[in-house]
């Protein structure tokens, strides 16, 4: 159940990380399957231009901008949020599937955990624990042989034949026993506490940017987000993949209907799909990479805002030349 309900609040993280491919993808085989029937044809022969008829395509793209905005600015943070307050509250047991045979597990704050074997009953063979009390102070235990037990909602290793070697202020006390219990329901989980940058409200992100320029408290802050100018950088990517990166959906639709310039009696159509699909693919990839530097510097901040409508309106400036040649 647990599992489940965090997989479906997953789903809209999903949706809006394919959305570009699945938009491009399929506007590009819609138009090469009317292509392909000489469907097109209908639109030409009662005098729809091709500029017009992508204008209509561009238009249809701002739909699925608006769309995706929603899901990042909006359904896609609350949604992650609620997948890891779930987790966090859940009584989910992690440990079973962390105990492993001939494997360091330090997957849990402060301790690490060795097992040499492990057989289908579940006992455990030559087990190493180290707890790491504070800096000064830790304790290692050793167990020839044990078990992990559950006793009301909390887990324990039941060890036998071994020994327990505490480290306080550089002394060094060793304990042999025959059985032992070391609790491990402390340590049940590493979840964190605080939301991630992607589980933030976007009103949080925009009020961090804006206090942090201004220098000074004019908009409310949320108290989980660490809103400090060395943390200012990932804020301002966040916020423009949320917002600013759909834009370059309308980009995509523009390349997809350049397949309309030539029909599918031409010699190079074939190469033209090829190229249009690479390219339409190039932009996805680059729009992704280029967040990374968009907060670097000023210059890049501007170039990030800049470059996809500079590319668009290129881009339709010479689909209008091809456009009209034919």
Known sequence: YVYFYYTILNFPKIISAVLPFVFFISLFY?????????????????????????????????????????????????????ARSFIRASTIDFFPSLLKEKKFIDTVEKLTIFIGKKNDKGEMF??????????????????????????????????????IINIEDDKTIALDFEETKFNLSKYTTKTTTWPKIQEHETYALISCIVNTLSQQKIMEENFYLRCSPD??????????????L????????????????????SLNYTKLKFLLF?????????????????????????TFLLLPCLIFYLTFNIFKTKAKKI
């Open 30 to 82: 819609i138009l090469t399957k009317y292509e392909s029937n000489n469907e097109l044809i209908i639109f030409w022969t009662n005098g729809i231009t091709k500029e017009n008829f992508t204008k209509i395509i561009i238009k249809f793209s701002l739909i699925y901008l608006i769309i995706q905005i929603l899901l990042t600015t909006i359904i896609v943070p609350k949604s992650q949020n609620l």
């Open 246 to 265: 759909p834009i370059y959906l309308p980009l995509l639709s523009l390349v997809a209907c350049f397949l309309i310039i030539k029909s599918k009696e």
């Open 231 to 244: 943390f200012y950088k990932e804020v301002v990517q966040e916020l423009l993949k949320r917002i600013y």
């Open 278 to 302: 690479s390219i339409g693919i190039i932009i996805i990839i680059f729009s992704e990479l280029s967040i990374k530097f968009a907060s670097t510097n000023q210059v890049t901040f501007l």
């Open 126 to 163: 030559n087990i190493f624990l180290k707890d790491e009390v504070d800096t000064e102070n830790s304790q290692i235990i050793y167990a020839k042989k044990g078990v992990l037990t559950t006793s009301q909602n909390s887990n324990f290793l039941v060890l036998n034949s071994g020994k």
